[in-house]
T-cell receptor
Framework: QKEVEQDPGPLSVPEGAIVSLNCTYSNSAFQYFMWYRQYSRKGPELLMYTYSSGNKEDGRFTAQVDKSSKYISLFIRDSQPSDSATYLCAMGTGAGGTSYGKLTFGQGTILTVHP | DGGITQSPKYLFRKEGQNVTLSCEQNLNHDAMYWYRQDPGQGLRLIYYSQIVNDFQKGDIAEGYSVSREKKESFPLTVTSAQKNPTAFYLC?????????????FGAGSRLTVL
């Protein structure tokens, strides 16, 4: 079993829809959680990160973490064609020791928002 | 503008050849990383370096080698020992003492073995 499992998609939605992207994890040592967006043939770019359980909002994006269920989500409101990309969840145990720098990534979900 | 430059963007290699992918950053970050991305598998860590002249193996280091002679540069060599080298390679960097290890990625290099 992989440490991080991400709904593989692909996901295709109409413009304006609410999108939900999800990851589950098995390692309870993960302390922080991130979402990266990757456009085709580009490197990933950080969208959001959070340490704690609960919701964190940034414009049309909301990151949700439930540590008790080991489940994280990214919600996109009023989705736009420009949101079409691959979304990667990532998790880390924090700086220090051999775990420093190692993020564990999900497999990625390909999202297409059509006009 | 600060960022990470990877070159070449596309590279073709014949079986049995070594190739070196370049990664340069001007963000003054101490730590640098190499990831490999394959369809449906997310990103897997090949090597990382927290400081000049020091680097550590990641999860899939076999068939790869790196050097870190300068803070700004972290080249990756894909050797002939790497059995399945066709992939998208991503270089990243981060400040050394960050709580959440926020990575900045380059645009990637796509390697195809003919």
């Amino acid at each position: 079993q992989k440490e991080v499992e991400q709904d593989p998609g692909p996901l295709s939605v109409p413009e304006g829809a609410i999108v939900s992207l999800n990851c589950t994890y098995s390692n309870s040592a993960f302390q922080y959680f991130m979402w990266y967006r990757q456009y085709s043939r580009k490197g990933p770019e950080l969208l959001m990160y959070t340490y704690s359980s609960g919701n964190k909002e940034d414009g049309r994006f909301t990151a949700q973490v439930d540590k008790s269920s080991k489940y994280i989500s990214l919600f996109i409101r009023d989705s736009q064609p420009s949101d079409s990309a691959t979304y990667l969840c990532a998790m880390g145990t924090g700086a220090g020791g051999t775990s420093y720098g190692k993020l564990t990534f999900g497999q990625g979900t390909i999202l297409t928002v059509h006009p | 503008d600060g960022g990470i430059t990877q070159s070449p963007k596309y590279l073709f290699r014949k079986e049995g050849q070594n190739v070196t992918l370049s990664c340069e950053q001007n963000l003054n970050h101490d730590a640098m990383y190499w990831y490999r991305q394959d369809p449906g598998q997310g990103l897997r860590l090949i090597y990382y370096s927290q400081i000049v002249n020091d680097f550590q193996k990641g999860d899939i280091a076999e068939g790869y080698s790196v050097s870190r002679e300068k803070k700004e540069s972290f080249p990756l060599t894909v050797t002939s020992a790497q059995k399945n080298p066709t992939a998208f390679y991503l270089c990243a960097s981060s400040p050394r003492y960050s709580g959440a290890n926020v990575l900045t990625f380059g645009a990637g290099s796509r390697l195809t073995v003919l």
